[in-house]
């Protein structure tokens, strides 16, 4: 019996060594993942998580016009050679309120180097000259399609476990912030395997929170806030400082003289001297300038990606119209801009009364004085009084007083019609338009052609 038991005893073993031997030369055996437990190093929820607690490099756009990293404090900018010593986050609004009383000038701005960024991976890097610095700050996108998801954040703790390719668990990781999340990512390798300890809260921007229990509901939770909030990775640092709402109350509470006109960044300014837009709560908008001329057109507000939009649209000028997002409200001043390089920066002027260019108004002045007739550049064929009596005659006269010319005038609504000129002015009878009726001048239009009026009080004879 006992001599039996022994081969069966072998015959087992070598039978069980047999099998072993057998199945190291079988194909591996390879255990399908759960995906609703485990996930792979680069699985979409990991991506997706590794986005959210990314470093968030936009609350200095001011200096750096990059959203993928930050500058490490303290630095120096240089403003037009003016130091500014940035120490903490509150130091930028100092370079902001220096930027804002050089809005309507050039300025240069720089750092002193070396400085110090933080990746979004909160790896730190040392930055020797503008030139490398320019180079990594080239390689972010702007205008809120960087990586990071800014809109919903973890809720920490947060307890991750780690697994090798056999499934067999190598490590439990307990993370309490971003930064050690982050570089958690950055250790791992493409075969390690993972799970999160369920449930897991996130808190989005508004404040309100959602916690899930699996990584598709995870992946849903991200994907679905990653819109819900402006990120403001622009670099226009005062867009939200204000709402539709307030830019409609101030659009509306007084004129606003335009400042300054920049086009494809062409500085037009010169061309809009004393020029004013006038918003009414109607959606009408009136271009008008000091002497009169105005132009009337139609505005509008809305908000697009997180930004609020002035839209205004004229017939007669192009140099107003689109779509404008404002970069600024402030107690004095609204300031906008467009994609095309496009400037328009308006100051509050709400002692400004536009002359109307009414028939009573044009009627009366032009009966008051004597008037010199120029063309546009201050020239005409010979120097020429009119005088515009309250019995409707014209009287033509030249410097030494005599009448060269007569005839009659009259005016409806915003015309002149000037009649019966058989001689010097014969060939200005006709209508004509009144452009723009100012202190003492007239602009008057005819087809193509136009005069100009100019009071002249002391040659009345």
């Avoid at 900018?77 to 809005?103: G, K, P």
């Avoid at 009408?284 to 009169?292: I, K, M, T």
């Avoid at 001043?333 to 308006?346: G, M, S």
Wanted: net charge negative; proline share 2%; glycine share 4%.
């Amino acid at each position: 019996m006992k001599y039996y038991f022994r081969l069966s005893l072998y015959a087992f073993l070598l039978g069980a060594a047999m099998t072993l031997i057998s199945c190291q030369d079988e194909e591996p055996f390879v255990e399908d993942i759960d995906q609703e437990q485990t996930l792979a190093a680069n699985a979409n929820e990991m991506e997706l998580m590794k986005r959210i607690v990314d470093n968030d490099g936009s609350y200095d756009n001011i200096v750096d016009g990059a959203s993928c990293f930050d500058i490490q404090f303290p630095y120096t900018v240089v403003i037009n050679q003016s130091e500014i010593m940035v120490e903490a986050m509150a130091d930028l609004e100092l370079i902001e309120e220096a930027l804002d009383e050089l809005d309507e000038v050039d300025y240069d701005m720089g750092l002193i180097f070396p400085v110090t960024i933080t990746l979004s991976d909160y790896t730190e890097v040392t930055v020797a000259n503008s030139e490398d610095f320019q180079s990594i700050a080239e390689k972010c996108v702007e205008g809120g399609d960087d990586d990071d998801i800014e809109c919903i954040d973890v809720v920490y703790p947060l307890t991750i476990f780690t697994y090798n390719p056999n499934f067999q668990l190598t490590n439990t990781v307990e993370v309490e912030n971003d930064f050690q999340f982050r570089r958690f990512f950055a250790g791992l390798n493409e075969s390690d395997l993972m799970s999160f300890d369920f449930p897991i809260s996130f808190l989005h921007a508004d404040s309100t929170n959602i916690t899930v229990n699996s990584n598709s509901e995870l992946a849903d939770a991200i994907e679905n806030a990653k819109m819900v909030c402006d990120e403001d990775d622009d670099d226009d640092y005062n867009d939200d400082d204000f709402t539709e709402e307030s830019l409609n109350s101030a659009l509306v509470k007084c004129p606003w003289e335009i400042r300054r006109l920049e086009k494809s960044t062409v500085d037009n300014s010169e061309q809009y001297v004393n020029y004013f837009l006038t918003f009414s709560e109607e959606g009408r908008v009136v271009a008008s300038n000091e002497l009169g001329y105005s132009m009337e057109g139609e505005w509008s507000t809305s908000v697009s990606d997180y930004r609020v939009v002035l839209e205004v649209e004229f017939d007669s000028s192009s140099d107003f119209n689109g779509d404008w997002w404002v970069y600024e409200i402030a107690d004095e001043k609204i300031k906008l801009f467009t994609d095309d390089e496009n400037k328009i920066v308006l100051e509050k002027a709400c002692d400004y009364k536009p002359n109307e260019c009414s028939e009573s108004y044009v009627k009366e002045n032009l009966k008051e004085c004597s008037w010199e007739i120029l063309n546009e550049d201050g020239t005409f064929f010979e120097e020429l009084i009119i005088e515009f009596s309250s019995e409707m005659h014209i009287y033509v006269r030249n410097p030494n007083g005599t009448v060269v010319d007569e005839g009659s005038w009259s005016i409806s609504g915003n015309v002149i019609t000037l009649s019966d000129l058989k001689k010097t002015l014969a060939n200005y009878i006709g209508e004509w338009e009144v452009i723009t009726c100012g202190e003492g001048r007239f602009n008057l239009k005819r087809s193509d052609e136009i005069i100009v009026l100019v009071m002249q009080c002391e040659e009345t004879s």
